[in-house]
């Protein structure tokens, strides 16, 4: 979890100074107009605090996932000979999709794939559609990004291996 | 490719919900909630001077504006003990990322930050409802992330009491 540890750590504290900003807007006696404004303006900055921190994990494992992708594609492409060795650097210059590199990565691992899928699909909700309405409960996406990431790490050698 | 993953659609757009799909997951999240309300009420220990309320919360969440649905109401939890409130457990989201719902567990006068309840039911991990308490020691620099405490635990009677320790006293 290396590479995605110190971007939760920092989303932790940055969500953290962000609490301090809301304890201190409830702490406030008035109930006036300004207030509640700078109130809701603090929980949603948290909440895009979470979009922005989701986002840069879920780039950071499609990075990951692609790095190992190709890893396999060359120690496998370089094992293997004639046909099979062709049709490895097809798999590698084909331009694979987040998911396809997944189901080469896990093949038996049905639920991590759906975890994957989903995450990929949240991902986009965020870039490509500005759903910055939905809230994230982060430690759910946290945890997913982190086991999936570390599965793949253990997997690569065995499939490294595989004949 | 393993068989198994073929029959996958592999779509990846989203769909916001349609006008009759907010009402549907609303209704199922009422229930939801009526069925946590339902076993934290059988929770609270008898004759301790704990009343209860379910009254109404007006819902506005983004799905519900995609599709031009007005704010409607889900249950509100009021546990009070001599009068006073001492738990209000707020829902806060029905559609949100990571989770089936969350709801908000304020200590009575709403001035500081809540603890959350999860709904982490899904096909492929933990079902029910987890509590993650409210937790402002923040985590030092270039320390391993103790992940413990964002998965949260199991919420059952033990986390309810121990949510209520203060009042307890």
Partial sequence: ?????????????????????????????????????????????????????????????????????????????????????????????SKADFLTMVKFLLPDEIHLYHRAKELYRDRNKIAHEGELSLPIQMSTAQRDIIDISTRIHSALSDLEAAP | MPGMLDTDDDDLE????????????????????????????????????????????????????????????????????NSQPVLIFTPNACWIIGAAGRIYVNEGNHKTIPHTLVDSTSPFVERGWRLIRRDRVRPALGKPIDMSKWRGLPFDRLQLLALMEPANE
């Avoid at chain 1, 949603?44 to 990075?63: I, M, P, W």
């Avoid at chain 2, 059988?42 to 009254?55: F, H, K, N, Q, V």
């Avoid at chain 2, 007006?58 to 007005?70: I, K, L, N, Q, S």
Wanted: hydrophobic content about 35%.
């Fill in chain 1, 1 to 93: 979890m290396n590479e995605f540890g110190h971007i939760i750590w920092l989303h932790e504290v940055c969500n953290d100074l962000i609490d301090d900003q809301i304890e201190y807007c409830l702490s406030e006696q008035e109930d006036d107009a300004d207030s509640l404004k700078d109130k809701h303006t603090w929980i949603k900055s948290r909440q895009t605090n979470d979009h922005a921190y989701f986002c840069l994990l879920v780039f950071q494992l499609e990075q990951a996932i692609k790095s190992a992708f190709m890893r396999l594609c060359n120690s496998r492409g370089s094992k293997a000979i004639g046909a099979d060795r062709i049709a490895w650097e097809r798999v590698k210059t």
């Fill in chain 2, 14 to 81: 989203y769909h916001p919900p349609t006008r009759e799909e907010v009402f549907t997951q609303l209704e199922n999240w009422r229930r939801r909630l009526h069925a946590l309300y339902a076993d934290i009420i059988s929770w609270l220990p008898a004759d301790a001077g704990y009343e209860t309320e379910i009254r109404d919360h007006m819902a506005d969440e983004g799905p519900m504006r995609h599709a031009g649905v007005p704010p409607q109401p889900v249950p509100e939890l009021v546990v009070r003990r």
